[in-house]
T-cell receptor, first 112, second 114 residues
Framework: GENVEQHPSTLSVQEGDSAVIKCTYSDSASNYFPWYKQELGKRPQLIIDIRSNVGEKKDQRIAVTLNKTAKHFSLHITETQPEDSAVYFCAVGPNTGNQFYFGTGTSLTVIP | DGGITQSPKYLFRKEGQNVTLSCEQNLNHDAMYWYRQDPGQGLRLIYYSQIVNDFQKGDIAEGYSVSREKKESFPLTVTSAQKNPTAFYLC????FGGGDQPQHFGDGTRLSIL
C-alpha cells in the first residue's frame, strides 16, 4: 500500500508567523490529497484538499501545494492565530482502491 | 459534519466481552469507514463499505467485525479477540467509495478496558 510520511511531528510558531507541514508519498499514481485539522478530543475536519491535476490551491490563510514529480505536498498556514493550534493530518487517496492513507500528524501550537 | 453520529462517546469493555460501536449518517453517502486512532499515530483503517450488504477489510481488521444492513448505519463490533482495544474510534463517510472523495468524520468513541 501507500507509504505516507509527515513532518514535522510537532511545530511551535509565534502568532502571526507562517507554518508549513510537509507530506511525502510513495505511489506516483495517487491523485487526491486532503488535509484534516483535529482539535483535542474532536473529529478530524477537512480544511483543504487538492487533486493531482492542480499544483496549488488556496483558501484564505490556508494553501496546499503539490509536487507530483517529487511526490510531496505541503500545507501552508499564514498569519497564524491561537485557534489554529491543533493536530493536522495529511492523507493520500490512491488512483485505485478505496482507502485513504494518513500521515502520523503534526501537533501545531501557536504561541500568543 | 453534524450528519454523522457516533455513540456512545465513551465505552468500557470487560475482559472477554464484545462491544458494539454505533455509527449513523444522514448524508445519503454510499461509503462508510471505520478508523482506529492511537496516540502519536495516524488513522488506521479497520473496515470500509462501499454499498449496503458489502464491506471490505482494512489494514487492521483482526478482532473486529462490521455489518451494513442499511445505508445509514455501519456498526463496529470489537470482539474479545482484539487484545488491545483501547483507542479512539472514528467513523467516516463519503458520497461514494474511491480514493478521491473527501471523507467526513463523526465525533468518535473512546474505548477503554476495565
Amino acid at each position: 500500500g501507500e507509504n505516507v510520511e509527515q513532518h514535522p511531528s510537532t511545530l511551535s510558531v509565534q502568532e502571526g508567523d507562517s507554518a508549513v507541514i510537509k507530506c511525502t508519498y510513495s505511489d506516483s499514481a495517487s491523485n487526491y490529497f486532503p488535509w484534516y485539522k483535529q482539535e483535542l478530543g474532536k473529529r478530524p475536519q477537512l480544511i483543504i484538499d487538492i487533486r493531482s491535476n492542480v499544483g496549488e490551491k488556496k483558501d484564505q490563510r490556508i494553501a496546499v501545494t503539490l509536487n507530483k514529480t517529487a511526490k510531496h505536498f505541503s500545507l501552508h498556514i499564514t498569519e497564524t492565530q491561537p485557534e489554529d493550534s491543533a493536530v493536522y493530518f495529511c492523507a493520500v487517496g490512491p488512483n485505485t482502491g478505496n482507502q485513504f492513507y494518513f500521515g502520523t500528524g503534526t501537533s501545531l501550537t501557536v504561541i500568543p | 459534519d453534524g450528519g454523522i453520529t457516533q455513540s456512545p462517546k465513551y465505552l468500557f469493555r470487560k475482559e472477554g466481552q464484545n462491544v458494539t460501536l454505533s455509527c449513523e449518517q444522514n448524508l445519503n453517502h454510499d461509503a462508510m469507514y471505520w478508523y482506529r486512532q492511537d496516540p502519536g499515530q495516524g488513522l488506521r483503517l479497520i473496515y470500509y463499505s462501499q454499498i449496503v450488504n458489502d464491506f471490505q477489510k482494512g489494514d487492521i481488521a483482526e478482532g473486529y467485525s462490521v455489518s451494513r444492513e442499511k445505508k445509514e448505519s455501519f456498526p463496529l463490533t470489537v470482539t474479545s479477540a482484539q487484545k488491545n482495544p483501547t483507542a479512539f474510534y472514528l467513523c467516516a463517510s463519503s458520497i461514494f467509495g474511491g480514493g478521491d472523495q473527501p471523507q467526513h468524520f463523526g465525533d468518535g468513541t473512546r474505548l477503554s478496558i476495565l
